[in-house]
C-alpha cells in the first residue's frame, strides 16, 4: 500500500494519528485538523509534528498518472545517449548529462533556422510555457459578534492551485492551435468564518494522438548561448553546437535514470509566514513562536517531499501514441497554505499569522507530433511521391515539377484491392545528400515516419545513377542496419521514360538485384501515366499489413 495514498477521515483523524504506525504516517503530517479545530486538536496536531521526522528523505518512485514508460520498454528510436556520473553519496539524484540538442528544437532558433517556411497550417513541433497555480495564502481573522469584540481565531485555508494537463484526442492532425503558454490558475485566499479559499482551476492542453510530450530549455536561453558559440566557432553549425553542448540534470530513478527531478521556487520548510498586526521581527523573538515555527517545520517538510513526488517528469518524455481516456497531469498547483486557526492552542491564544500558499511550477515542455501512419514514402526531391500518392489515394499533396515542392507531410488513407481493408500513407519532403547534416529539409521531417511498420522507397529510373540515389536514402536514414528494421519495397518512378532503351533496363536489374539480396521487393511503375499502379498497391498493402 502507497502511504502517500493514505486518507484519513477528518472526523477521527487526530484520534487515529495515536492508532497508526509511526511508519504509517511518514508521508502523512501534512494532515493538518479540519475546520472548526479546537487548541487540543491543535496540540495533538502540533505535538504530532514534533515527534515525526525533522530532516527530508529520499521519496519511493512516482508516475506520471501510470504513463511513466520503463526504460526496458521503450523503443530504441525514444531512447537518447546520456553519460550517468558518479552519484555523491549525500544526494538521492542521479547526475545525468546529455547534449542539448534532445532538449530543444532547431525550429525554434528563428535566426539561425534555414527552414522557416509553412505549407498549410501544418505545425509538428511547439515549444510551450507551462506554469501550474500557486496556493492561496491562510488567512488571519478573528470571530467576532455583538458580545465580544475579539473571539477565537477563524482564518480558513488558501486554495490549492490549479494543475496542467494534457489529453491526447482524435480529430486533432496539427499542433498549429496550441498556444504558446498554458496557465494554471491560482488558488484564492482564505478568508473569516473558517472559509478556505477557492481551487484554482485546471488547464487542460489537447493534442493530436502521437504527440510525445518532452521537458526542454527555454528557447530564449538557447539562443543566447548559441549566438555567443557561434562567434567564436564561426565554422560550426547549429546541429553541431547543439550537439556539443551538454546539459546536467538531477534525475530520480532505481537503477537507471528515468526522470529528471524539477524544482519549485518556494520558501523553505519553516518559513512562509503571514503576519497580520505584528511584524515578522515582533514573533521571531518570541520563544513560543520560535518553538511554534521548528514544530510546523516537519509541516512544511511534508509539502516539500511531496512536491518532489509530484514534480518529476520522464526523461524520454511521454508517448501519447493512444487515446487517452483520463488528462494526465504534466505539472501539479501548489497547495494553499494554512489558517490562523489551525495555531490556537492553550498558550498562543491570539494567534496573529498563517501560512503563505505554495508556489506553482514553471517549465518549457516541447511537443511533438509523430504521425502514425503504417507506410511512410521516402525520396530524393522530385522523385514523384506525391504524384504516386495523388494516384493511389484521397490525399491531394502538392504537386510540381522543382525540387522540394512537399514541405510538410502528408498523409493518404489506400484501401487494400484484396481485402478492402485500409491502410495509411505518409509523404514527407525529399531527401538529399547530406540531409543529416541540416541540408536541404534536414531529417527532422522522419519523426512522422519512425512509427511506420514499412518504409516505401521511391526513386527515380530517368536519373543518371539510381542505384546511387537509394545508396544516398539509406545512408541518410542510418545505414542498412536501421532500415532493415522496417518492411521495406522500392519503387522504380518514371519507367515510362526511354523505356526501350537498354540502359534504362539495366538500371532496374541493379536495382532489382540489391533488393533482392536484402530480402526487399522492388517494382517500376509510372505515377504520371499510371502504369502499374494495380501491383503498387498489392505490394504496399502487404508491405504495411502483413
Known amino acids: 500500500m502507497r502511504v502517500s495514498c493514505l486518507k484519513i477521515c477528518p472526523m477521527t483523524q487526530m484520534a487515529s494519528y495515536k492508532s497508526l504506525p509511526r511508519c504509517s504516517i511518514r508521508w502523512n503530517s501534512n494532515f493538518a485538523p479540519d475546520n472548526a479545530p479546537r487548541a487540543t486538536d491543535n496540540e495533538q496536531w502540533l505535538d504530532h509534528l514534533a515527534k515525526t521526522r525533522k530532516v527530508l528523505q529520499p521519496l519511493p518512485e512516482h508516475g ?20 550517468v556520473a558518479p552519484a555523491s553519496s549525500d544526494s538521492p539524484y542521479i547526475n545525468v548529462r546529455s547534449s542539448l540538442a534532445h532538449f530543444t528544437s532547431i525550429q525554434y532558433l528563428q535566426t539561425f533556422n534555414k527552414h522557416k517556411h509553412r505549407q498549410g497550417n501544418f505545425v509538428d513541433v511547439r515549444i510551450i510555457k507551462c506554469r501550474s497555480g500557486s496556493g492561496g495564502d491562510g488567512a488571519v481573522s478573528f470571530f ?20 496542467v494537463y494534457v489529453q491526447s484526442v482524435e480529430g486533432l492532425n496539427s499542433l498549429s492551435k496550441l498556444r504558446t503558454t498554458y496557465t494554471g490558475g491560482d488558488g484564492s485566499n482564505g478568508a473569516a468564518d473558517q472559509l478556505d479559499g477557492a481551487r484554482g482551476k485546471d488547464t487542460l492542453i489537447t493534442v493530436p494522438v502521437g504527440t510525445i510530450v518532452r521537458w526542454c530549455m527555454d528557447p530564449r536561453e538557447v539562443r543566447e548561448l548559441v549566438s555567443k558559440k557561434i562567434k567564436y566557432k ?3 553549425n547549429l546541429r553541431s553546437i547543439l550537439e556539443e553542448t551538454k546539459l546536467k540534470l538531477d534525475c530520480t530513478g532505481k537503477n537507471q535514470p528515468n526522470c529528471i527531478q524539477l524544482f519549485r521556487t518556494a520558501y523553505n520548510p519553516g518559513e512562509g509566514w503571514v503576519f497580520k498586526g505584528k511584524s515578522k521581527e515582533y514573533h521571531d523573538d518570541k520563544d513560543w513562536f520560535i518553538e511554534l ?32 481516456e483520463k488528462p494526465i497531469c504534466l505539472l501539479k498547483g501548489g497547495k494553499g497554505g494554512l489558517g490562523n486557526m489551525h495555531f490556537l492552542t492553550n498558550l498562543v491564544r491570539n494567534p496573529r499569522f498563517a501560512k503563505s500558499g505554495r508556489s506553482g511550477l514553471e517549465q518549457y515542455l516541447m511537443f511533438e507530433l509523430k504521425m502514425i501512419a503504417d507506410l511512410g514514402l521516402v525520396g530524393l526531391p522530385n522523385a514523384g511521391k506525391s504524384t504516386i500518392l495523388n494516384k493511389i489515394s484521397n490525399a491531394r499533396p502538392r504537386i510540381g515539377h522543382w525540387q522540394f515542392t512537399t514541405l510538410s507531410p502528408t498523409i493518404g488513407t489506400i484501401k487494400s484491392v484484396r481485402d478492402e481493408t485500409t491502410f495509411t500513407v505518409a509523404d514527407i519532403p525529399g531527401i538529399i545528400q547530406g540531409a543529416s547534416k541540416d541540408k536541404g529539409m534536414g531529417l527532422d521531417f522522419l519523426r512522422h515516419i519512425e512509427r511506420s511498420k514499412g518504409w516505401v522507397f521511391v526513386v527515380s529510373i530517368a536519373d543518371e545513377d539510381p542505384i546511387a540515389d537509394l545508396n544516398i536514402l539509406i545512408n541518410e536514414l542510418g545505414g542498412l542496419e536501421k532500415v532493415r528494421t522496417k518492411n521495406v519495397l522500392v519503387v522504380c518512378n518514371k519507367a515510362d521514360i526511354d523505356c526501350e532503351k537498354p540502359e534504362s533496363i539495366n538500371k532496374y536489374r541493379k536495382i532489382q538485384t540489391f533488393c533482392r ?11 504520371l501515366k499510371e502504369e502499374n499502379i494495380d501491383v503498387l498497391l498489392e505490394k504496399m498493402a502487404k508491405c504495411a499489413l502483413y
Open 64 to 83: 506520471n498518472g501510470g504513463y511513466l514508460l520503463n526504460d526496458a520498454n521503450l523503443p530504441e528510436n525514444r531512447k537518447f545517449p546520456i553519460e
Open 144 to 163: 467576532r459578534d455583538a458580545g465580544r469584540s475579539i473571539g477565537p481565531p477563524d482564518g480558513g485555508d488558501g486554495g490549492d492551485g490549479g494543475s
Open 234 to 236: 564561426k565554422n560550426s
Open 293 to 324: 515555527k521548528e514544530k510546523v517545520k516537519s509541516y512544511d517538510i511534508g509539502l516539500f517531499g511531496t512536491e518532489l513526488q509530484e514534480d518529476r517528469f520522464p526523461l524520454y518524455g511521454l508517448d501519447l501514441s493512444k487515446v487517452t
Open 517 to 527: 539480396e536484402q530480402s526487399w521487393d522492388s517494382l517500376p511503375i509510372s505515377a
